[in-house]
Structures are given as C-alpha cells and as structure tokens.
C-alpha cells in the first residue's frame, strides 16, 4: 500500500544541479521521517539524507554537506532533495525511503554527473 515514486534524475554536468521528487501515498506522510538513500554500481547503498516529521531537523551524509538539501511538503505528502554543485561521485540511482511498517523503497531514479 505504500507507495513512492521518484522523479527527476538526469544526465548533468559537474557543478550543475538537479532537483529530485518523491511522491508518496499509503500513509500518514506528515507522521514519518523520510530518507533518501543513492547507491552506486558496485557500491554499497549509501544514507544521503534524512528529514524529520515536520522538517525541523534534518541530516546529511558528510560527503553532500553544503550541497544538498533536503525538504517536505506535508500537504502534498512529497519530499525533495535538491542537488547543487554536483560532482562525478554523485553519481547513483537515488531512492526513497520510510520505515512505516517495514522499509518501503520507490523504483529509484538515476542521476548521471558527466561531462
């Protein structure tokens, strides 16, 4: 019944940026803390960022610090992660994710930093 659905990836240059999407539905949305997670080929997935419930707090993995940043709109149940200064290693399918009852993932979407 959860679902997620994340949008948004692309093909981008280095120091170029994008902003990813989550819609989700299934659940209370404004009662989770949302994450998102990247995971390279060959790599293991990796913690991006994590958003508390009414978004007055939120977290980062130290290599996207000062980059990224993490937000939600309660009312349209949808996070984002919005991407600046991006670089070859931010390349990875990122996904979404919420521990309601279990881990729910969406499909992913894929982020490509390339010239």
């Known amino acids: 019944q959860v679902q997620l659905v994340e949008s948004g990836g692309g093909l981008v240059q280095p120091g170029g940026s994008l902003t990813l999407s989550c819609a989700t539905s299934?659940?209370?949305?404004?009662?989770?803390?949302m994450k998102w997670y990247r995971q390279a080929p060959g790599k293991e997935r990796e913690l991006v960022a994590t958003i508390t419930t009414g978004g007055s707090s939120t977290n980062y993995a130290d290599s996207v610090k000062g980059r990224f940043t993490i937000s939600r709109d309660n009312a349209k149940k949808t996070i984002y992660l919005q991407m600046a200064s991006l670089k070859p290693e931010d390349t990875a399918v990122y996904y979404c994710?919420?521990?309601?009852?279990?881990?729910?993932w969406g499909q992913g979407t894929q982020v490509t930093v390339s010239s």
């Open positions: 299934g659940f209370s949305f404004s009662y989770y803390p």
């Open positions: 994710n919420v521990r309601v009852r279990y881990d729910s």
